[in-house]
């Protein structure tokens, strides 16, 4: 790879001294897009709003073939509520609106803000595995409770007529419906995701950007299955018992209650948020039990009874946090 081929004055600037050959394919490839760019913060700004689109849209495609393949509805958490072309096409533009008025101008201030503070971009080689795992681990904890304290925050008075009623729209989330928000909201719960790195970053002194990439990649992968709305039998919660996953979280869109954090059950579980949706489990479970005899087609009425009795019950409790008159609705 000829690196001084290609503006040598930003490559003597940056790169100075450096022993290519010592490089793997990735870091060699991350040197020659800054040295093609020219720029670093252009460069890093330019990456990180593109691996930011090209990770959410790429992990949202499986999820809509899913959705128009029959034979998986039998692992859909609300099998009756398969989101139509048109509901996926108007979920995409309001997601991409909040991409480019919200989240680009933030992405790409992120980069002289973290710099600041002590975030390498351009520098190789990267940092290995043992430095960035526990980084990210403790990442995942923090906007964990971030999330846990602000969601509750926003299921409350003006802050959710106004704000976060449009992330609820969909009863029944799917992959795509991740990321569509009020502008408000993608601020504010965003504040989470970029806050824990930023302070990493203040305290140590010691970062780099692709722990960043790292751990936005892992995030949008947990927010966009969390919304997804199917549970299989190799999801990661039968595997980590303490991961929320769309089991969790399908349940606080279906209910509006219970179940206000991201990544792990732990905090709905030490201040009790999850009672309604244990409860809901355990009903379930029992009406299976009794129900074992029955065929597959009462099992599945008895499913969706206990579902929209859990629904009807989300709507009143949604009319109350919005001020409004409670709705009546009847149950099947």
Not at 3 to 12: E, I, K, R, S, Y
Not at 69 to 83: A, D, M, S, V, W
Request: charged content about 15%; proline content about 5%; glycine content about 6%.
């Amino acid at each position: 790879m000829a690196f001084n081929a290609t503006n040598g004055a930003f490559h003597d600037d940056l790169y100075a001294g450096t022993d290519f050959s010592s490089l793997n394919w990735l870091e060699q490839q991350w040197v020659w897009w800054y040295v093609t760019i020219g720029n670093p913060v252009i460069a890093t700004g330019l990456m990180s709003f593109l691996l930011h689109e090209i990770v959410y849209f790429g992990r949202s495609i499986p999820w809509i073939i899913i959705d128009a393949i029959p034979y998986f509805r039998k692992y859909k958490l609300q099998p009756t509520k398969i989101p139509t072309p048109a509901e996926q096409w108007e979920c995409t533009k309001g997601v991409l609106f909040s991409h480019f008025t919200i989240e680009l101008p933030a992405i790409w201030l992120f980069h002289p803000m973290a710099e600041s503070l002590g975030m390498s971009t351009y520098q190789v080689p990267f940092p290995s595995w043992k430095i960035m795992a526990p980084q990210i681990a403790l990442f995942f904890v923090f906007e964990d409770f971030f999330h846990f304290v602000a969601h509750q925050m926003l299921h409350t008075g003006i802050l959710y007529k106004h704000i976060h009623k449009i992330h609820h729209k969909y009863s029944a989330p799917f992959g795509l419906a991740a990321e569509y928000a009020h502008p408000a909201e993608v601020m504010i719960l965003g504040a989470g995701t970029i806050a824990g790195p930023l302070l990493y970053c203040w305290f140590t002194r010691d970062f780099h950007i692709v722990t960043m990439y790292v751990w936005i990649l892992l995030r949008l992968f947990q927010a966009i299955d969390s919304h997804s709305g199917y549970d299989f039998p190799w999801s990661l919660q039968h595997i980590l018992p303490f991961w929320s996953g769309a089991e969790h979280h399908d349940f606080h869109h279906m209910a509006f209650t219970n179940n206000f954090s991201t990544s792990f059950r732990w905090w709905d579980h030490i201040f009790g948020t999850d009672i309604k949706y244990q409860e809901y489990r355990a009903r379930v479970k029992a009406a299976k039990k009794a129900m074992k005899g029955a065929t597959k087609e009462q099992q599945q009425q008895m499913e969706a009874k206990l579902m929209a009795e859990v629904e009807a019950e989300g709507i009143r409790a949604e009319a109350e946090a919005e001020g409004s008159a409670p709705k009546t609705v009847k149950v099947q």
